[in-house]
C-alpha cells in the first residue's frame, strides 16, 4: 500500500504522522469535512501539539490544498494502555444545500 502524505497546516504548523485519515468534499452541501487521529501505547510530542478549537485550518494532501476552513473538535484521551488524539472539522464554505433532496414520499426543497 502507498503512502500518501496527508498534513494540517495550523497557525504556520505542519502537523503530520496521522494514521487515520477522512476528508469529505459533498457536492450536496458545498462543503468540506476532514478528521484525522493517532493512537500509541505511549504519548509522545504530539499528544500536546497546541490546537484548539476555532483554528483556522488547512488539510493538505502531498503538498496541495484539499479543505481551508477551522478545527471543529480536538479529542485527547489518555488511558493506561492508549493515548489517543483525534481532530476534526469543515471547511469554510458550509453552506445548507438548496438542490432538491430525495425523501420516502418524493423530492422536497432544500
Same mark, same amino acid.
Given at each position: 500500500?502507498?503512502?500518501?502524505?496527508?498534513?494540517?497546516?495550523?497557525?504556520?504548523?505542519?502537523?503530520?504522522?496521522?494514521?487515520?485519515?477522512?476528508?469529505?468534499?459533498?457536492?450536496?452541501?458545498?462543503s468540506?469535512?476532514?478528521s484525522?487521529?493517532?493512537?500509541?501505547?505511549?504519548?509522545?510530542?504530539?499528544?500536546?501539539?497546541?490546537?484548539?478549537?476555532? =483554528? @483556522? %485550518?488547512?488539510?493538505?494532501i502531498?503538498?496541495?490544498?484539499? $479543505?481551508? *476552513?477551522?478545527? &471543529?473538535?480536538? =479529542? @485527547? %484521551?489518555?488511558?493506561?494502555?492508549r493515548?489517543?488524539?483525534? $481532530?476534526? *472539522?469543515?471547511? &469554510?464554505?458550509?453552506? @445548507?444545500?438548496?438542490?432538491?433532496?430525495?425523501?420516502?414520499?418524493?423530492?422536497? *426543497?432544500?
Amino acid at each position: 500500500m502507498a503512502f500518501i502524505d496527508i498534513g494540517l497546516l495550523i497557525g504556520g504548523t505542519r502537523y503530520g504522522g496521522w494514521q487515520a485519515v477522512s476528508v469529505v468534499r459533498s457536492i450536496a452541501t458545498l462543503s468540506g469535512q476532514f478528521s484525522v487521529g493517532l493512537t500509541e501505547r505511549w504519548p509522545g510530542p504530539w499528544f500536546s501539539w497546541p490546537i484548539s478549537t476555532g =483554528e @483556522r %485550518v488547512q488539510v493538505l494532501i502531498v503538498d496541495q490544498s484539499a $479543505i481551508a *476552513g477551522w478545527v &471543529g473538535q480536538v =479529542e @485527547r %484521551v489518555g488511558e493506561a494502555s492508549r493515548y489517543m488524539l483525534s $481532530i476534526s *472539522g469543515r471547511d &469554510g464554505r458550509a453552506i @445548507r444545500s438548496i438542490a432538491p433532496r430525495a425523501t420516502g414520499r418524493g423530492v422536497v *426543497g432544500g
